[in-house]
């Protein structure tokens, strides 16, 4: 029924930049906080960003100052801008909305996740 498609993960170096996009599809009613989310090898995973359907954003401490969240509400899109990237920002980036969707007549309401995109920063 709703499906988050991750892309733009990849390989950089440190100091790099890269941009992540995730699209919402599906029978989408509305969608409310959408974010970003990691998770590295053997740890929980974590908060990077997350947006408002408003706009306001709020960040990690690790993504203030580094990191751009974005959404395009007309598009059901949200994506990630990231620089002065570290080899501690390693991880699988997962793509996260919490939306209404229709379903057999009704609106019900979950939370959705991305299949991730893996982000590699190294040398």
């Known amino acids: 029924q709703v499906q988050l498609v991750e892309s733009g993960g990849g390989l950089v170096q440190p100091g790099g930049s890269l941009r992540l996009s995730c699209a919402a599809s599906?029978?989408?009613?509305?969608?409310?906080?959408m974010g970003w989310y990691r998770q590295a090898p053997g740890k929980e995973r974590e908060l990077v960003a997350t947006?408002?359907?408003?706009?306001?954003?709020n960040y990690a401490d690790s993504s203030k100052g580094r990191f751009t969240i974005s959404r395009d509400n007309a598009k059901n899109t949200v994506s990630l801008q990231m620089s002065s990237l570290k080899p501690e920002d390693t991880a699988v980036y997962y793509c996260?909305?919490?939306?209404?969707?229709?379903?057999?007549?009704?609106?019900?309401?979950?939370?959705?996740w991305g299949q991730g995109t893996q982000v590699t920063v190294s040398s």
């Open positions: 996260n909305a919490d939306l209404k969707y229709y379903s057999g007549g009704w609106v019900l309401g979950q939370d959705y």
């Open positions: 599906g029978s989408i009613f509305s969608i409310n906080d």
């Open positions: 947006i408002t359907s408003g706009g306001s954003p």
